[in-house]
């Protein structure tokens, strides 16, 4: 009997043994493999919980610390209205496929947590560290949503990081009362920093390179990057930025004062009379009385004059980038999936006269050879609101002697699904992290295109340049006689697209300043 026990404990032991584990700040953190080359750690806290008299204040250092941590599962996701999952859902029935696919999501205010991917724990690798922040308007959206995992772009040497942060009523807003009490606005945002500071002061331990980090996001996630650039706190924790379909969401940017008079409007919305009565309320509540509140309010970042002091847009005009090297793109549809089927040519007229910035009814000649209504409806709505922005966006970068590269992507899968949303806003990602959904139809072509985004982005984040060995070459973007890749059935590179709607919005962008 004595025998069996001990056999137990040493094959018990041996398992144990066989767990990756790295000590960080004082906690052993217990990862897992996946597959031959990749360890991951799940689920690992960068701050406390936000919770509580914690609710609506900057990101706290861990306290809350265990000898041994767990660090095989993703946390739950923030608190959030189901708006990214019904989105995903809708998808999978796109094209064919169950929305059960997708599973219920799990969330909690407890929620600032990352997950990491590495090909080795040798603490001087020196890898270089790519760090993915999650789009969804900044409302919705979790770190590990299906195509936003790492197993596939790390064996070929880089750490994948993603990271989650607080959204809508729980990032995104002030009130008057929070004045004194530190950060005062843009909680999500702090709550990025708060990650990159723990990235700076642990990623050696994880095989990674501090020296060599890298954000990449989209949507809102990319629109966060490029506010972080501009960002005091922020602009030394990280050395390059991917933009990927961000570009238009920082032309206008909500003030300290409006996001304080939404809080003072939540408030009164649930009879609460003091901020300290809104930290006591319960999670879910605040949910729901917030979603009714501000269901139509975009949640940019706000000018808060502590980590924002002027918009995004004008930064981006006064050339405040720090140092970081970018890649900025768009896709080709980004308002397709969006139009009504039965679009006709008055709504291209309509649309065209609401979007003044690309030239408003002028820009009506750009696609006037467009015999399908949604696809001219389309290219107005992307030209105004990422495609002129990003071109704008870029050729600031270069200008002021930085380094700046911009991509189109055009790859509308083999699939009826795709014709019925274009090339649509969030196709691309699934190519970067080579992570593509089993009810879309994914052949060698685009396995192959996969693979080269895949390793631009690489090459981009070990060196800030995405050229290198066996791929198309790659120009800076530098005006007077713009270039960019196109990334679709082939990669080539094309003259920028759209120039005479993105001379308007050159002209429109002259007459603000």
């Not at 796109?94 to 969330?107: C, H, I, M, N, W």
């Amino acid at each position: 009997m004595r025998i069996q026990i001990l056999l137990i404990a040493i094959i018990a032991l041996a398992g144990c043994e066989q767990s990756p584990s790295v000590i960080v700040d004082g906690e052993l953190l217990v990862g897992k493999y996946v597959g031959e080359n990749v360890t991951t750690f799940l689920g690992v806290p960068f701050a406390e919980p936000p919770v509580g008299e914690l609710r609506w204040r900057a990101p706290q250092a861990l306290t809350s610390k265990q000898e041994r941590r767990d660090a095989t599962e993703f946390a739950a996701a923030c608190m959030q209205p189901m708006r990214i999952l019904d989105w995903y859902r809708y998808m999978a029935e796109t094209f064919g496929a169950s929305p059960d696919y997708y599973e219920d999501l799990e969330v909690s205010e407890d929620c600032l947590y990352l997950n990491l991917w590495t090909p080795t724990l040798e603490s001087d690798a020196k890898l270089p560290v790519m760090v993915w922040i999650h789009g969804g308007s900044n409302i919705s959206g979790w770190s590990y949503e299906k195509n936003y995992r790492g197993h596939v772009l790390a064996p070929q040497g880089v750490i994948v990081i993603s990271v989650a942060y607080r959204q809508g009523v729980f990032g995104f807003l002030s009130h008057p009362e929070l004045a004194g009490e530190g950060a005062v606005a843009n909680f999500g945002l702090w709550d990025l920093v708060a990650a990159l500071q723990w990235i700076q002061d642990n990623i050696e331990q994880f095989g990674g390179d501090p020296d060599r980090v890298t954000l990449f996001g989209e949507s809102a996630g990319g629109e966060n990057i490029l506010a972080l650039m501009a960002a005091e706190p922020a602009q030394h924790l990280f050395h390059r930025g991917v933009l990927q379909s961000a570009a238009g969401f920082g032309l206008s940017m909500p003030t300290l004062q409006d996001e304080q008079q939404r809080g003072s409007e939540l408030m009164q919305a649930v009879g609460a009379k003091s901020l300290q009565d809104l930290r006591k309320i319960d999670a879910v509540t605040l949910l729901q009385a917030y979603s009714e509140l501000a269901a139509d309010h975009y949640h940019s970042p706000a000018i808060d004059g502590q980590l924002i002091t002027q918009s995004t847009w004008d930064a981006v005009q006064a050339r405040r980038f720090g140092d970081h090297e970018i890649i900025v793109g768009t896709n080709e549809g980004e308002g397709f999936d969006s139009i009504d089927n039965d679009a006709s040519l008055d709504d291209v007229l309509l649309t065209a006269r609401d979007n003044p910035r690309i030239g408003g009814e002028a820009a009506l000649a750009s696609v006037a050879d467009e015999a399908d209504p949604r696809r001219a409806m389309d290219r107005l709505i992307t030209a105004e609101a990422m495609l002129c922005p990003s071109q704008n966006i870029a050729a600031n970068r270069t200008a002021s002697g930085g380094n700046a590269w911009m991509y189109l992507f055009t790859r509308l899968r083999e699939d009826p699904g795709s014709h019925k949303v274009g090339v649509y806003h969030g196709a691309e990602y699934s190519y970067v992290f080579g992570m593509h959904d089993d009810y879309m139809t994914t052949t060698d072509t685009d396995l192959a295109l996969s693979a080269q985004m895949q390793k631009y982005w690489i090459n981009f984040a070990a060196t800030g340049n995405p050229n290198g060995v066996g791929l198309p070459e790659w120009p800076m973007f530098k005006r007077p006689d713009p270039l960019i890749q196109e990334l679709g059935d082939e990669i080539r590179t094309i003259p920028a697209i759209e120039p005479e709607m993105c001379a308007a919005f050159e002209a429109w962008n002259d007459q603000r300043k």
